[in-house]
Nanobody, 130 residues
Framework: VQLQASGGGLVQTGGSLRLSCEAS????????IAWFRQAPGKMREGVSC????????YYKESVEGRFTISRDSGKNTAYLQMDNLKPGDTAVYYC????????????????????????WGKGTQVTVSS
């Protein structure tokens, strides 16, 4: 089971990036998808989650309306479209999942949510310049 994240880079404030996360070794259609980020000196925080139980999307309050999570089942790939980026979005971004169900509401609200997931991709750096 592997996740491979890509798509990070350097953008100016107000710019956009689309992160991709390709899964291999398991059918991602059956599992929820989460995106986390970690800035230097800070805890890893959940920013978005796509629930498999109800198909709903969930977002951290600070990215609501700017980030969009989606899935392409045919490619076994998830995406995080990030628009109107701000310097505060600068971080290493990770995609994550787990073969056990996990609540998306907790992912985007709990500071310890990352500890509950066991499948992680390598991070991709996003830097937003002011």
């Amino acid at each position: 089971v592997q996740l491979q994240a890509s798509g990070g880079g350097l953008v100016q404030t107000g710019g956009s990036l689309r992160l991709s996360c390709e899964a291999s070794g398991f059918p991602w259609d059956y599992y929820a998808i989460a995106w986390f980020r970690q800035a230097p000196g800070k805890m890893r925080e959940g920013v978005s989650c796509l629930s498999v139980s109800d198909g709903k999307t969930y977002y951290k309050e600070s990215v609501e309306g700017r980030f969009t999570i989606s899935r392409d089942s045919g490619k076994n790939t998830a995406y995080l479209q990030m628009d109107n980026l701000k310097p505060g979005d600068t971080a290493v971004y990770y995609c994550a999942s787990d073969v056990s169900p996990f609540p998306c509401q907790v992912i985007v609200t709990s500071p310890s949510a990352a500890a509950g997931l066991n499948v992680w991709g390598k991070g991709t750096q996003v830097t937003v310049s002011s």
